[in-house]
């Protein structure tokens, strides 16, 4: 199983800033994925970053508000850009393990609350 | 689309009890189904899987089985512990893609 650890683990952020989360990964992997996950909800799947390639957006989740960068094989970043308290959650980092059965491995999360 | 159902929380346990919380999908095909567990404070992890109908997923003396008649993947314990407090979510993916589906996680309170 991988290991991974994100940046900040939490943090109070003010209307109209922009945070940069970190999520690194003891291991090389292939995929990772960033959730967002409200609060008293369900995970929803933001995007699918691969190394070297354009973010894969999910429907509802924009590039200028979520920005992603990859830009190595166990390290991603997603900036939550101009929030508003709406966009206070959980923000949870995944890698994929066994791809036979689309296993994923989380990250402790990101939490963000927006004043 | 795919979609997963599960039963409402919180519930609430006293230690040694036996646990079912309840977990129904609808998949095109036949998915991958995943329970997978948040203690406080922390990311998910993978409880238990089944790949296909009738396999039973087991781990830390939980178990569910993939019921494809009735669409079911219920979670069940014989005797819950306090650290068995946590948030349980039950999720679906098809083999070879990379998205997987999450019921909205069902809270869990083990009373000593």
């Known amino acids: 199983s991988a290991v991974i650890s994100q940046k900040p683990s939490r943090d109070i952020c003010q209307r109209g800033t922009s945070l940069t989360i970190q999520c690194q990964v003891d291991?090389?992997?292939?995929?990772m994925f960033w959730y967002r996950q409200q609060p008293g909800q369900s995970l929803t799947l933001i995007a699918t970053a691969n190394q070297g390639s354009e973010a894969t957006y999910e429907s509802g989740f924009v590039i200028d508000k979520f920005p992603i960068s990859r830009p190595n094989l166990t390290f991603s970043t997603l900036t939550v850009s101009n929030m508003s308290p709406e966009d206070s959650s959980i923000y949870l980092c995944?890698?994929?393990?066994?791809?036979?059965?689309?296993?994923?491995?989380f990250g402790p999360g990101t939490r963000l609350t927006v004043l | 689309g795919d979609s997963v159902t599960q039963m409402e929380g919180p519930v609430t346990l006293s230690e040694e009890a036996f646990l079912t919380i309840n977990c129904t999908y609808t998949?095109?095909?036949?998915?991958?189904l995943f329970w997978y567990v948040q203690y406080p404070g922390e990311g998910l992890q993978l409880l238990l899987k089944?790949?296909?109908?009738?396999d039973k997923g087991s781990n830390k003396g939980f178990e569910a089985t993939y019921r494809k008649e009735t669409t079911s993947f219920h979670l069940e314990k014989g005797s819950v512990q306090v650290s068995d407090s946590a948030v349980y979510f039950c999720a679906l993916s098809h083999t070879g893609g990379f998205k997987t589906i999450f019921g909205a996680g069902t809270r869990l309170f083990v009373k000593a």
């Open positions: 995944s890698v994929d393990g066994d791809r036979a059965y689309n296993e994923q491995f």
């Open positions: 998949a095109t095909g036949y998915p991958s």
């Open positions: 089944a790949t296909k109908a009738d």
């Open positions: 291991s090389q992997v292939t995929m």
